[in-house]
């Protein structure tokens, strides 16, 4: 029976099986980039079961032999936008509104990250892997956006600037300036925990 009605597009020639195929393998990812747009588990799987709702429906404008998880991700944030935008309509609303975005100087953490560093940033990611996923969360949304889908799902540039509707320019600024907001951040999560990441010329910058 077809669910879509006699409308809806032609399931014939395998859709259905070409569809499980190409689109389904893609599922933690696309709720992995839901979660983290939503920032919500319950508002993250309705969110990807309406990407893969309207994915389905819309599988014949999918162009075979292409980044599907791409495709993906670029109905589920045209979703995600489109929710937003209806949220910011209504009036505030104590536990559902939507959440702002943290106000960063990107600058003083670009000029910061130039005379500090992490001497080995694995270490980081081992022990401060609960921080890291916070610290994402608190990303400006075009910041933590870019982020996930470069570093996360392993998408290119290319496919990120696609899915962003940017250009390939903007998609390499906003990688480098969100991961300088979070190495800043951790750096200042370690200091205060006393692990002592500054090198050294920075120490005798200090005793002068």
Not at 43 to 51: F, G, I, K
Not at 148 to 175: F, H, K, M, W
Not at 190 to 207: I, K, S, Y
Request: a negative charge.
């Amino acid at each position: 029976m077809d669910r879509q009605g006699e409308s809806g597009p032609d399931r014939t020639g395998g859709w259905d099986t070409r569809f499980e195929r190409e689109a389904l393998p893609h599922l933690d990812a696309v709720y992995h980039f839901a979660r983290g747009l939503a920032r919500s588990a319950v508002r993250a799987e309705d969110l990807v079961q309406d990407t893969y709702l309207q994915a389905f429906s819309k599988f014949d404008t999918y162009e075979a032999g292409t980044n599907c998880k791409a495709w993906l991700f670029r109905i589920c944030k045209n979703l995600y936008i489109d929710r937003f935008r209806a949220e910011r309509r209504r009036p505030p609303h104590q536990e559902f509104g939507p959440v702002e975005p943290l106000r960063h100087d990107t600058d003083r953490g670009t000029r910061e990250l130039e005379r500090r560093g992490i001497d080995d940033e694995s270490i980081f990611l081992d022990l401060f892997g609960d921080e890291v996923n916070r610290f994402l969360q608190e990303l400006p949304d075009e910041f933590r956006r870019a982020l996930l889908l470069c570093d996360l799902e392993g998408l290119t540039y290319q496919e990120i600037a696609n899915v962003l509707d940017v250009p390939i320019g903007t998609v390499r600024s906003r990688i480098s300036r969100g991961r300088s907001i979070l190495r800043e951040k951790l750096e200042d999560y370690a200091d205060d925990l006393g692990f002592g990441v500054a090198p050294t010329n920075e120490l005798e910058m200090d005793d002068e």
